[in-house]
């Protein structure tokens, strides 16, 4: 294993201490492993908090700033953050108008922040409600989830729900803006190599040179198959078909974004978006906005994903209100 660490057993905090140096518009709690902003949102607007286990950044504590997050729970590499991470930061961003909990559908993450919500509710009052992403058309249920997995949209969503707190909708309003998103939205991914954990110190799963996993999780679960590798434009079809049988997008605005899984060059992200959006507009998807790059991890695994979100206007014009974050910048 080679990798830019000191002791394995140290990764996040380290790496936490490295993000409150580079970034003076966030504050860490090193003892909790909150990230949240340095200057709170307005009083009397929703705060959204997510989390999870690290290794997939940016998300979550690089989308945490301005027209998105309030709060990011960083749990240890691939683990859910504790029920006492998510109190605290429920506590702390709470801003007199309730919290939304934005949670990935993991066993882990969507218990620890069941447990934190009524915890939080129970000590202080504040109002919580929870959406869970669940896109992931791979496979219905998983390694670590019951249902489908929450993956790629979730970056999506926050920048959404982001906006439309920072205008000051309440707690309900929200909620069914991040229900609807989800709803309305489906990725699927695919994984050219395995990633290797630093406590594991070696890959998670051993994948032959001439094989690709195909609908792999962010974690390194299995997927629907293994299949033979293939070039860009076979792979780029085996992503889209699987979305586009799953839900039927019309000739509507849509939000694409191909995300890389860590370990993939930025130039082969290019060009599969390339094949991706040709698919797409054969279908008859009109791609209004997009994204291409880094947005949800797997740490150094080689591969990338697709998601497609059917849009309006409404949705539009959130996304393209301004953000200033780590992970995601523009209007600002």
């Known amino acids: 294993m080679k990798k830019l660490i000191n002791d394995p057993g140290d990764v996040l905090a380290d790496a936490l201490t490295g993000i409150e140096k580079a970034r003076p518009d966030?504050?860490?709690?090193?003892?909790?492993?909150?990230?949240?902003?340095?200057?709170?949102?307005?009083?009397?607007?929703?705060a959204l908090i997510s989390g999870g286990g690290s290794g997939h950044e940016p998300l979550h504590g690089g989308f945490v700033g301005r027209g998105m997050l309030d709060a990011a729970c960083a749990g240890e590499v691939f683990?859910?953050?504790?029920?006492?991470?998510i109190v605290e930061a429920t506590k702390v961003a709470d801003r007199g108008a309730g919290v939304l909990h934005i949670v990935k559908n993991y066993t882990g993450d969507v218990m620890n922040f069941e447990m934190g919500a009524e915890l939080a509710a129970l000590e202080t009052g504040v109002e919580v409600?929870?959406?869970?992403?669940?896109d992931d058309v791979a496979v219905e249920n998983s390694t670590w989830t019951a249902g489908r997995r929450g993956v790629g949209l979730t970056v999506l969503l926050e920048k959404?729900?982001?906006?439309?707190?920072?205008?000051?909708?309440?707690?309900?309003?929200?909620?069914?803006?991040?229900k609807?998103?989800?709803?309305?939205?489906?990725?699927?991914?695919?994984?050219?190599?395995?990633?290797?954990?630093?406590?594991?110190?070696?890959?998670?799963?051993?994948l032959p040179e001439d094989q690709i996993e195909m609908g792999v999780g962010i974690h390194?679960?299995?997927?629907?198959?293994?299949v033979p590798l293939a070039p860009a434009s076979d792979i780029a079809r085996q992503l889209v078909e699987p979305i586009?049988?799953?839900?039927?997008?019309?000739?509507?605005?849509a939000i694409v974004m191909l995300n890389g899984l860590g370990g993939t060059p930025l130039?082969?992200?290019?060009?599969?978006?390339g094949e991706v959006a040709a698919l797409l507009e054969s279908a008859g998807v009109s791609i209004a906005r997009n994204l291409v790059g880094d947005y949800i991890t797997s740490l150094d695994m080689q591969g990338c994903s697709v998601t497609v979100l059917k849009a309006d206007d409404e949705l539009l014009r959130l996304w393209d209100a301004p953000v200033n974050t780590a992970g995601l910048r523009w209007g600002a």
Not at 180 to 206: E, H, Q, W, Y
Not at 220 to 226: A, F, L, T
Not at 244 to 253: E, I, Q, V
């Open 79 to 85: 683990t859910s953050p504790t029920p006492d991470q």
């Open 244 to 253: 586009l049988a799953d839900y039927a997008f019309g000739s509507g605005p």
């Open 220 to 226: 390194g679960e299995p997927g629907r198959k293994r």
């Open 267 to 273: 130039i082969e992200l290019y060009l599969m978006y």
């Open 180 to 206: 609807k998103i989800n709803a309305d939205g489906r990725s699927m991914g695919m994984a050219l190599t395995s990633c290797t954990v630093p406590a594991a110190g070696k890959p998670t799963f051993d």
């Open 26 to 46: 966030l504050r860490v709690d090193h003892e909790n492993r909150v990230i949240y902003r340095s200057t709170p949102k307005d009083q009397g607007k929703v």
């Open 129 to 134: 409600a929870t959406v869970v992403v669940d």
């Open 160 to 178: 959404i729900v982001g906006a439309a707190a920072e205008e000051g909708r309440d707690l309900a309003a929200l909620t069914d803006l991040a």
